[in-house]
């Protein structure tokens, strides 16, 4: 059992409210999942600035300090850094996958959390309450949040298991289930040269439809194909910097609510991530069908 939430803002005058309300979708899922928790924000200024690339890495022993001095020599270009909690953001006036080169260069042990334009992934152990009060969630801003409350079942509780799993370019993966064919899968995507993190499930998915973008479908193509693919129970919510897709399997027994209103999209495991948004009491409101995606695009 894990808790997922995503919101889609629509109207810009909600921005600046992004964090406060994504962290009161996570705090309600906390009792579906409180080993530990991420999110990814799309469009807070402070965390990556607009029009520089963005990379969030974990296990990086190093000041901020130390270490955008270290990227800026191995790039050749100057780098911001900060750390949010144990969240290494490194930012850069150039292409998100440079940057991550130069990063993963200097760093070869450090774990990628996420990578690309106006996105921010936070990850760790612990009740996702409290890491949303160490990143100080709520002051975040911009168009779209997604997050995840892990209750572990399929890897060890350590922040290379924790959702979301961004292993793509602006591309975010969180899930509530297991995939009972992952192994498989796994083996198939290695055999390509796809590299791995994790031992968790719900990366084998979320590396399967970064492939699958990567060679040009969309995303609702590639979720499609993630359901013919893959076994198990699931509820998805996949996301990049301009859309946000929701897809269950064919059984459809992993909880999940969506809501839309003029100003916004939401979805979460349960109703009550959403009583709190602004307008809700007027959203259309229903429970996704099986195996059909539903996604939006800004």
């Keep these: 059992m894990c808790g997922i939430v995503g919101l889609h803002l629509r ?12 962290a009161g979708m996570l705090g309600e899922m906390q ?14 200024p402070k965390w990556a600035p607009p029009g520089r690339g963005c990379v969030c890495l974990l296990e990086v022993v190093a000041t901020a300090e130390d270490a955008a001095a270290a990227v800026s020599e191995a790039l050749g270009t100057p780098v911001s850094a900060r750390l949010i909690d144990e969240t290494l953001v490194l930012t850069a006036d150039t292409d998100a996958e440079t940057l991550l080169a130069a990063a993963r260069g200097v760093f070869p042990q450090a774990l990628v959390a996420g990578f690309g334009r106006d996105i921010t992934v936070l990850k760790g152990v612990g009740a996702p309450r409290d890491l949303a009060q160490r990143w100080d969630l709520a002051a975040a801003s911009g168009w779209q949040g997604v997050g995840h409350t892990r209750m572990a079942t399929e890897s060890a509780v350590t922040p290379s298991g924790a959702h979301p799993f961004a292993v793509g370019p602006e591309q975010c993966l969180v899930h509530n289930g297991s995939f009972s064919n992952h192994a498989g899968i796994r083996r198939e995507l290695r055999a390509s040269g796809v590299h791995f993190d994790s031992e968790n499930d719900t990366e084998v998915g979320a590396r399967f439809v970064a492939a699958q973008l990567a ?3 969309d995303v609702e193509t590639a979720l499609k194909e993630l359901c013919a693919t893959f076994d198990g129970f699931y509820t998805l919510l996949v996301s990049n910097r301009d859309s946000f897709a929701v897809v269950r399997d064919a059984i459809a027994c992993k909880p999940a609510v969506i809501a839309e209103t003029d100003d916004w999209v939401a979805m979460a495991s349960e109703y009550r991530a959403l009583a709190h948004l602004p307008g809700v009491s007027d959203a259309r409101i229903w429970e996704p069908e099986p195996e059909v995606v539903y996604a939006w695009t800004r």
């Design 11 to 22: 109207n810009p005058d909600l921005y600046p409210r992004l964090g406060e309300l994504l």
């Design 31 to 44: 009792d579906r999942g409180a080993d530990s928790a991420g999110v990814a924000v799309y469009g807070d």
């Design 215 to 217: 060679a040009g479908r």
